[in-house]
């Protein structure tokens, strides 16, 4: 099954969710149906009556049978206005509300909602007369289609969730029921589908940092604002090292900026015509300045670079900063890690001359790849290239040849990768990185990001070998991205039972009684003496001792349960042949305790 | 000289200064005139003239020739009525000003400026009645005294800069010339003052920062928010991995805060009612969130804390962050690193029992020592205590126990201490550490401190051993205090040639001409075998190339404009010996590279 008749299958579904809704409570009134990742919602307004997860089976029940019948999706249009008539009759408020702003405003309306999933049968710029429905049974709804031919075709599906949803979006607007359905061609698919549901359920970050004292939330603090343990910490710090080192290792410069700016640096960028509205504004209260805290980092590093004069032969210059940025999300759409309104990123800008991206896009691919590898995560990228479209800023030989030169540099790092006309940013290519978890999802991690814009709005120059003045390109660059939102990804991809080398606790040591622990101390000179260098440098080894009164089953379980990867059970025995009882998740071995140190660097 | 006749006779000399200024300009309007730290100055309003520094001889002459007479300085006293006729006789529209506040307010009069400064005779709360004037010659001012008793006892003295300055502090008044001069007992003790104050300048960080390259400001992002080049960063890093390093090694374990946070936290804290317009606001434009900058980072450190239950096992708990501050400072205050709005604190807090604050105390005073003996300052520490006032909190058990624990760990520390009542915040105790720079500044750095009330107001607990849950005690604790002010004392006191570990440049290497090119590989393989390993673990060798067709002499010249510890300069002669000539400040020799090594080690 293709795409697109996955899709005209799911919205099938969405009809079918709501001509089961109405068949149940005869009152409802619809919102707006679409398709989504894996499956569709309707969202669905029902006065005082709540949905629950309780209801699913009998909505299902409904929804079988109205698949049972084999009606066909029939498409027919009307008048604009006899569909008005046809919403208000039916006491359809929503869709009469939509129906009038297209008509008022023509295919601009609803620039809140995606009109195609309205499926109004409208085309371009043109005025709108006649507007299309769908109707199996008696179920008729506002439409563009395409559908399904007959309710039969639908394939396997189960409702999932229920969520509240204002209408549009707004919170101004009144609250309607969001009903989640997943969907797809076979039950086998939605079986993996639904095991995949179940396995993120377990490995979800939220529950797992609060189970391993990973981070925490702070009602006083406020929404989207975490506070990092000394566990997260360690990951926070291992992976930023980690991304530093590798660029640092290409000649990489740290540099740090303040997390507040005059918004003058934004007017000047030109970020603040496009986002401040995103942003959060700093008052002070000394003097009349008007301030932001940062959402990016390049306006800053852009200051770095004009602070000196700059010469072709100094170029590239290249800046690193581990820095957190804040964006002014909405704290409905905040959870866990995943999206949060302090976000730490890795970022890296590197000022250079045209002919030098290739070299500095290689250099930076052979990172990413390093990086993920690592931690055993596929990567795929996207090269998003300008098309014949307007608004692409910067001469067209420069998208030629940086374009050339970014597809050069993926090819040569055996990237897997495919290209997309028309999804470059209005002032430069780019390369997105996908990365697919241990249970099948893909995340969108590290970016590369050429940028032909702001070096000229802030004036950026070096002279060439001839004496002129130059402008420098930008690539915008950043590995793990949000720091927050990779370790949402990477606790659940790990399910918490992080590598060694990272891992915040590596190993504990378990006595078993208390004649060992002059043996114990043997074992921690050689812990002591060990310092990792792959595939961080100067990684010490984190330990700990339980040498509790406590049983052996018992330290075991603990360890367990905080997902140490090396335990060290230490015994008589042990202490007598000059040994340790290595436990890990593979099991358990014995070793001497001079090959300690030489297994931990091998993990 | 004790410090009060120092201070009767710069004070005099204030009013020296006024009656030459009187006499040149006799329309000449004061303000006042108070004593500072190493001379004086006074405010004078002289309409369009303007006072510069090429009229100070003139003024220098006048003032010794009102000295040559040898008049006595005369105490009289006047009703209070009578002295506002006097100043409005006289012309003197501030001191007119002074004198009807005073009136109306009794003593509370003129909270902006120092009372006694302004030597208004009035006692205790008591109802203004008479006020106290001094006259020399013919020149008479409204004045608390004391004086020295003749013109000819005031020292020697210097005018030393003019500045603007408003009336009172206030923007909205009028702006009057502050001329400032500094005056000691002896000629030879001023002419000490004034070459510490010529080599101040010569040190001064903010054309050393420039011209070292460590940090630039930016209009665009605005005052007081300096951005750190890579040369500074690597200053920033190691200074505060340094930092950290002396504190991990005693248990302490890092965290992650935000930069923003819910006023809420403030309001729990106390800090808001306190600080609340010292703080930078911040303005949720998704949300109604009332938010602002962190200006400190012990609340927020508390609910990383709370997150989880405590046992007194457990005890103590030492969180460590190296994080930026905000504080909303005035604009007119803000110069260079030493005053900035965005302050990077290598803070720890410490949560512990009761019993255990001697040993932490111990701890960090060790690792303040180790650091400030590493960059050659000396320490001395004031121990803070409480008087028998109002307003402390904690029981006076917990503050006589824990005053006790503070300075039996400074005497256990060797540190050079003086104690003074009455000077402890008034949640606890503290140590103030004072460093003394290379041109004998005293600056302050470090601070422990003790706090008995943030604890309880947060309801942070621990469980004892008989399972009753206790307070714990908290300890604040700073090394380097703001790394930016910190890093302008140290510019300062290494007058840019920063020790061998911490120099972002350590190495460059200089050819003398292209046939060693293959041995400078070899020196670099050296180089980039060397770890330091003191002060701060795993410092790599930061080293860089110049094999430009130059002459040796202009090589030398730019490595030494740019302070770099170590020059090797390498000629063919080296090439054949297995050399390499060494250049540092203290000269060059010849070392054999293969103990290159070791002869940077103990650098």
């Known amino acids: 099954m293709n795409d697109e008749q996955l899709h005209a299958m799911r919205h099938s579904l969405a009809h079918i969710t709501a001509a089961a809704v109405q068949r149940l409570w005869p009152d409802a009134k619809f919102g707006v149906g679409p398709v989504v990742d894996n499956g569709f919602y309707y969202d669905i307004d029902l006065g005082e009556i709540k949905i629950s997860e309780a209801n699913f089976p009998k909505i299902e029940k409904e929804m079988r049978g109205i698949i049972g019948y084999g009606d066909d999706f029939e498409r ?358 996908m990365a697919t978890d241990a249970i099948g999802r893909e995340h969108q991690v590290a970016t590369v990001q050429l940028d032909f814009v702001q070096p000229g709005r802030f004036g950026l120059q070096y002279t060439d070998a001839e004496g002129n003045a130059q402008t420098p390109v930008m690539i915008h660059c950043a590995l793990l991205g949000s720091i927050e939102r990779f370790l949402s990804v990477f606790i659940e991809h790990t399910a918490g039972w992080f590598p060694f080398w990272v891992a915040p606790e590596q190993v504990r040591i378990l006595t078993i009684n208390d004649t060992v622990l002059d043996y114990v101390d043997e074992v921690k000179a050689v812990l002591n003496g060990l310092t990792l260098m792959k595939p961080v440098k100067y990684n010490e080894i984190r330990y700990t001792l339980d040498d509790r009164n406590e049983s052996l089953g018992k330290k075991i379980r603990e360890a367990t349960t905080w997902k140490i990867p090396v335990q060290l059970i230490i015994g008589q025995q042990d202490k007598d042949n000059q040994e340790v009882s290595v436990r890990t998740q593979s099991g358990e071995e014995k070793l001497k305790l001079d090959e300690l140190a030489t297994y931990l660097q091998k993990l």
């Open 76 to 433: 027919f249009e009307m008048p604009i206005d006899q569909a008005i008539d046809w919403a208000r009759e039916n006491h359809q408020p929503y869709k009469e509300e939509l129906l009038n702003d297209l008509k008022r405003s023509g295919t601009t309306v609803a620039k809140d909602l995606d009109v195609s999933e309205l499926g109004l049968a409208t085309d371009g710029d043109s005025a709108v007369e006649n507007v299309s429905f769908y109707k199996n049974g008696n179920f008729v709804d506002l439409c563009r289609g395409p559908h399904v031919a007959n309710t039969k075709d639908v394939g396997a599906f189960k409702l999932l969730r229920v969520a509240g949803a204002y209408w549009r979006g707004n919170e101004k607007n009144p609250q309607m029921q969001r009903l989640y359905g997943v969907a797809f061609a076979t039950q086998e698919e939605l079986d993996q589908h639904l095991e995949m549901l179940e396995q993120a359920k377990l490995r979800d970050h939220r529950r797992l940092g609060k189970e391993l004292d990973i981070y925490t939330v702070s009602q006083l603090v406020g929404a989207g604002l975490p506070l990092f343990t000394p566990r997260g910490t360690i990951l926070r710090d291992l992976f930023a090292s980690y991304s530093n080192q590798l660029r640092l290792g290409f000649g990489f410069q740290k540099v740090w900026t303040p997390h507040i700016t005059k918004t003058d640096l934004y007017e000047t960028s030109g970020h603040w015509a496009k986002f401040g509205d995103e942003l959060f504004l700093v008052t002070s209260q000394e003097t009349d300045d008007k301030m932001a805290l940062k959402p990016m980092n390049c306006p800053h590093h852009t200051q770095i670079y004009a602070s000196r004069p700059r010469s072709y032969r100094d170029m590239p210059i290249r800046y690193l900063e581990t820095t957190t940025d804040y964006r002014d999300e909405k704290t409905g759409e905040l959870g866990g890690l995943n999206r949060v309104r302090s976000l730490t990123q890795d970022d890296s800008h590197v000022f250079c001359r045209p002919d030098q991206i290739e070299a500095e896009i290689n250099n930076l691919l052979a990172s990413a790849r390093e990086l993920y590898s690592t931690i055993d995560m596929n990567l795929r990228v996207r090269l998003s290239y300008r098309d014949d479209g307007d608004g692409y800023l910067g001469e067209q030989s420069l998208w030629d040849s940086a374009q050339a030169q970014l597809k050069a540099a993926v090819v040569s790092n055996k990237l897997d990768y495919f290209e997309q006309d028309g999804e470059a940013a209005f002032y430069g290519p780019k390369i997105d990185f």
